[in-house]
């Protein structure tokens, strides 16, 4: 279990410092010199696999799969509009069309999540981290009568951004920049259908529901959970991260 303390990057053992113009991005008071440190005598592969490891670690100790399970998917659709008119109603309409003991709502539960395996990369000024986080699950959709009529599998990949950055009080550690889901990331692909429905139709009308939500309400899940992760990384870990980006050594060999 990762702490729950935030990182924190002591100036002080920068004193000797010298600026990076445009180096690092610094939210607060521009106009300071960045201070850093001499390069660490680092096998070029370690920080970035530690920090793949310890981001993924991290990801699952802080129940990033139990929190994606919990989301509330039918209640995001049903607010689209009221039974006859909205996303769910629109679903709904054909559904009850084919067989009307189709009368009550749909459970549309995510189950199976998982975390497949992240990705680094760094900026083309070797200043800045793109984390990609690949996620898999299930899209079960039922009727308390029937129980299932579609299993749907769907991936989602989120990028984000991670940086350096000085706090008010001249300490540098590490944070979430931009945070966000590419556009057509989301691929969503049928595992099983049951009972004599229209299954294409249906599939298309599902997927084309999920679409319109799934991304973002994932993406405000992982994103601020990953910026907890980063404040719980091991000291020398994080210590070696920021000295690297401070310096713009290129150290992510693997993409």
Do not use: Y
Request: with cysteine; hydrophobic share 45%; aromatic share 4%.
């Amino acid at each position: 279990m990762f702490p729950t303390g935030g990182f924190i990057f002591v100036c002080g053992l920068l004193a000797q410092a010298t600026a990076l113009p445009g180096a690092v991005p610094l939210p607060l008071e521009q106009n300071l010199p960045l201070p850093v440190s001499p390069a660490l005598p680092l096998n070029p592969t370690s920080p970035a696999a530690g920090l793949t490891n310890a981001l993924t670690n991290g990801l699952i100790a802080n129940d990033l799969l139990g929190i994606l399970e919990k989301l509330p998917l039918l209640d995001i659709l049903k607010s689209g509009g009221d039974k006859s008119g909205g996303l769910l109603g629109g679903l709904l309409g054909k559904v009850t069309s084919v067989l009307p003991i189709f009368n009550d709502i749909i459970d549309l539960k995510i189950t199976n999540p998982h975390l497949l395996e992240l990705g680094l990369v760094q900026s083309p000024d070797a200043h800045r981290l793109f984390v990609n986080i690949p996620l898999g699950m299930i899209l079960n959709v039922k009727t308390p009568l029937v129980g299932s009529l579609l299993k749907l599998k769907a991936n989602l990949n989120i990028t984000a951004e991670i940086k350096a950055v000085k706090d008010k009080q001249q300490n540098i550690h590490l944070v979430v920049g931009d945070c966000t889901h590419s556009p057509g990331s989301l691929e969503i692909s049928l595992l099983e259908g049951f009972g004599p429905l229209p299954t294409q139709g249906l599939l298309d009308d599902v997927t084309g529901m999920v679409s319109k939500v799934l991304p973002d309400l994932v993406q405000g899940k992982v994103c601020p959970l990953l910026n907890e992760v980063l404040k719980g990384l091991d000291f020398t870990l994080a210590h070696s991260i920021i000295d690297l980006l401070i310096h713009g050594v290129e150290f992510v060999i693997k993409v």
